[in-house]
C-alpha cells in the first residue's frame, strides 16, 4: 500500500486500502469486497450510502452551509428536541460539540465548576478520550500516552464490577463519577445495573455528578436509545458521538434541569459545535433509526450472533446490542487477521482475548450468517 509521508505516523494501519463503500460492504483498491463488522470504530451506524442521510446533508448544505451558534437557527433547534425526546430520560437541554472527547472535557469542566471540588472519579478500564481532562480519567492513560506533566485535578479509579466500591471510591471531595455504561475499547464489558445503580445513589448521596460516557454505546448501539435507558438509571450528564453523526462529525452534552439551570452565558462555547449540517444529520439519523426499526434490528442482530457465533476459536460473547465482544482461545489480533483474510474486518481491544464487533444497524441475517461460517472455519 502507498504511504503517505505527510501524514502524521501515529495509527497503526490494516492492511487494506478503502476506495468505496455501500450498505455493510467496504471495497478495496485491489478488488476486494469486505464485510464491515467495524464500522469505522462504531461510527457507520447506518451503513455506507444511505439515501436519506446523503439526502440530509445535500439540502442543509444547500440551504445554510454554516452558522455561529450567536445566531438562531431553527434546525439547531429541531435536532435538540429530537435528541432530547429520543432519549426520555428527563435530560432536558443539550449542548452541541464536534467530538466524543469534546463532549467528555465539557462535561467534566462543568462538574467541577458546578461542584467547587477537585477529585474525579472513573471505573477501571474505562476510556474517555485524549483531551486533556478526557485523558486523565481514561485509565491507563497517564502510565503509556497521557504526555501532559500533571493532570488538571485528582483522578481515582474504582471497581467496575463491585457496586461497594462506590461506598468508598465516592466521598464528599468527588466533583463527578464518568463511567461508559458498556465499555467500548475494554472489549465491550457490560457494566452491571447493580453498579451503575449503586454509582447513582452515591453521587445523589455525595452531591457528585454522574456523568455517562455514551459515546461508543449510545444513539441506538446496545439495542435501546442509551445504556441508562437499558439500565434504568439515569445520570445527571450524558455524552453521546458516533453513531449520532452516522458518520459526520458531531457529539452533544445531555444535561438534567439542575445542571442546565446553573450554566451562565460563555460557561460553555464552540465554534463548529452545532452547525447546521452536523445538526440535520442529528435529526435524520434519530429519524432514521426510529422510522426504520432499527433498534428492533440491533437486538435481533445481537441475539443471532450470540446464538450462532461461540463456534471455531470464541467461548464466549460479551456486551450488548451491537456492541459485542468475542472471547477467543487464541490471540485476538490472530483471529482478527484470519477473519480479514475471509473478507470480514472486525476489530480488536485492549483486552487480548477480545475480537470486538461494531456493525451498522442494518446488519441482516445473511450477514451474521456469513461470520458463523468465517469462525466455524477457524481453528479453535
Not at 438509571?233 to 458521538?241: K, Y
Not at 452534552?253 to 464552540?270: F, Y
Request: charge should be neutral; hydrophobic fraction near 45%; include cysteine.
Amino acid at each position: 500500500m502507498p504511504i503517505n509521508n505527510h501524514l502524521a505516523q501515529v495509527f497503526a494501519q490494516y492492511p487494506i486500502e478503502v476506495t468505496h463503500a455501500e450498505g455493510v460492504w467496504l471495497h478495496t483498491r485491489d478488488g476486494r469486497r469486505i464485510l464491515d463488522f467495524y464500522g469505522g470504530h462504531a461510527v457507520a451506524a447506518l451503513g455506507y450510502g444511505h439515501k436519506r442521510w446523503l439526502a440530509a446533508l445535500t439540502q442543509q448544505a444547500h440551504s445554510v452551509l454554516f452558522q455561529t451558534n450567536a445566531i438562531a437557527m431553527a434546525v439547531r433547534e429541531r435536532a435538540a428536541e429530537r435528541l432530547v425526546r429520543f432519549a426520555n430520560l428527563g435530560l432536558d437541554t443539550v449542548f452541541f460539540v464536534n467530538s466524543g472527547a469534546e463532549a467528555n472535557e465539557n462535561a467534566l469542566r462543568i462538574a467541577f465548576k458546578l461542584t467547587g471540588r477537585r477529585q474525579a472519579v472513573a471505573l477501571e478500564h474505562g476510556w474517555h478520550g485524549r483531551t486533556t481532562a478526557a485523558a486523565a480519567v481514561t485509565f491507563g492513560a497517564r502510565e503509556k500516552w497521557y504526555g501532559f506533566p500533571t493532570t488538571p485535578f485528582d483522578v481515582s479509579f474504582i471497581s467496575r464490577t463491585d457496586p461497594a466500591a462506590s461506598l468508598t471510591g465516592i466521598t464528599s471531595e468527588t466533583a463527578c463519577v464518568i463511567v461508559e455504561p458498556v465499555q467500548g475499547l475494554a472489549g465491550a464489558f457490560d457494566i452491571s445495573t447493580s453498579v451503575l445503580a449503586a454509582l447513582r445513589r452515591r453521587c445523589t448521596e455525595m452531591g457528585a455528578v454522574l456523568i455517562f460516557d455514551e459515546v461508543q454505546c449510545g444513539v441506538g448501539r446496545t439495542g435501546f436509545a442509551f445504556g441508562a435507558n437499558r439500565a434504568g438509571v439515569t445520570p445527571d450528564i450524558l455524552t453521546t458521538a458516533k453513531a449520532l453523526g452516522a458518520g459526520f462529525p458531531v457529539s452533544a452534552m445531555l444535561m438534567n434541569p439542575a445542571i442546565a439551570s446553573a450554566l451562565k452565558v460563555d460557561d460553555m462555547g464552540t465554534t463548529f459545535g452545532g452547525g447546521p449540517l452536523a445538526c440535520a444529520i442529528v435529526e435524520t439519523v434519530i429519524d432514521i433509526i426510529e422510522s426504520e426499526g432499527l433498534l428492533e434490528n440491533v437486538s435481533r442482530m445481537s441475539q443471532l450472533i450470540r446464538d450462532t457465533c461461540v463456534t471455531g476459536p470464541i467461548t464466549d460473547i460479551q456486551g450488548a446490542g451491537l456492541l459485542l465482544g468475542l472471547r477467543t482461545s487464541r490471540p485476538a489480533k490472530d483471529i482478527q487477521k484470519e477473519l480479514l483474510g475471509k473478507g470480514i474486518f472486525a476489530g480488536t481491544a485492549a483486552d487480548p482475548h477480545i475480537v470486538r464487533l461494531l456493525p451498522p444497524f442494518t446488519l441482516d441475517e445473511s450477514h451474521v450468517a456469513l461470520l458463523a461460517t468465517a469462525l466455524r472455519s477457524l481453528s479453535a
